[in-house]
């Protein structure tokens, strides 16, 4: 078998699919994205063609290797979302030649169902705690919010008491054993951030994510000293390497690695692999299309330590099309009592509508994330 053509679709909401096809008849899909950053990232995807045209698709470790090292210039997040997409296609080649989700060639999976939250508010969180009690109400065990709009290094603490009462009004909708994560959204500095972690600590979160951005991963031995909510990180991470730092550090309890930000199901499952060791958990990003997900859940069935899935139906996003309308089959991802089930249909476990693809990539998008200024006119972090 070889790899005779791969084509990218750029189809609303934001997100890419690539589509690797072979002489043999067999197809694969992935999604390589960065939201904001699709046609830069489809651009990747042909560059690296060059390379993969006429080779073997069940080579997928080496052919990992060869888009990751042979280019001199490696991550970073075009580059690694590029492999990502075209690493999940390739899983999805084989599992489909071998008649086998990907999970069952990686060695078995080790649970059948993951738990879930829902996303709730939007980039400016508002109505939480109602949004909140209706999604517990569809089943759904665990919600996530932003915390807090734009915040300054040092900020007033009028902004700090509107994000403590949000969260305050969630716990009191929905009681004291629903899960509730609290995104910072590198929005925080650490200053306030320390201020945030403390005045969150009576509600029992389930993690507060990303208190200060990645690259200041330093600050989080002085935040986690004002709170004991477990601490999540990692979604603007891209490889095994970038976790690596943050893994020896100690201060983070739950990696957020995105696998189709960080080099495909091969990568992400060794990034996760490295955190077992260090008795971290996973919670794998992904508030992105069908399949993303899908790839995801080959992953939560093999990585021990994934305890919960980010899942992007009904996510303020997604406006023009959601998450199940490019497959042929919906129901493959079950929602049950909070929880989604572990497709078990060859490759990735999905069926995506061609023809739709086509016709919404038709349509296309152009989407970006908004900017937003201080009110004294800089440039605040999204």
Known sequence: MKITALHTYMVPPRWLFLKIETDEGIAGWGEPVVEGRAA????????????????DPFMIEDHWNVMYRAG???????HMSAIAGIDQALWDIKGKA????????????????????SWIGGDRPADTARAAQDVVARGFTAVKMNGTEEMQFIDSHEKVDAAIARVAAIRDAVGPYIGI???????????????????????DLMFIEEPVLSENFDALPEITAHCSAPIALGERLFSRWDF????????????QPDPSHSGGITETRK?????????????????????????????????YNAFIQEQSLGIHYNKSNDLLDYVNDPSVFSYVDGTVAIPDGPGLGIEINEDYVREKAAEGHRWRNPVWRHADGSVAEW
């Open 98 to 117: 071998f008649g086998m989700p990907v999970w069952q060639l990686l060695g078995g999976r080790c649970r059948d169902r993951i738990r879930v939250y």
């Open 244 to 255: 690596k730092k943050i893994l020896e550090q100690g201060c983070v309890d739950i990696i």
């Open 72 to 78: 001199f210039y490696r991550g970073g997040a075009i």
């Open 271 to 303: 990034i996760a692999a490295m955190a077992e060791a260090y008795d971290v958990a996973v919670a794998l990003h992904c508030p992105l299309g069908p399949i993303a997900l899908a790839a995801n859940l080959q992953l939560d069935a093999l990585c």
């Open 40 to 55: 830069t990232v489809a651009a990747m995807v042909e560059e690296l063609s060059d390379y993969l045209i006429g080779k």
């Open 181 to 203: 994560g609290v995104d910072f959204h590198g929005r925080v500095h650490k200053p306030m951030a320390k201020v945030l972690a403390r005045e969150l600590q009576p509600f």
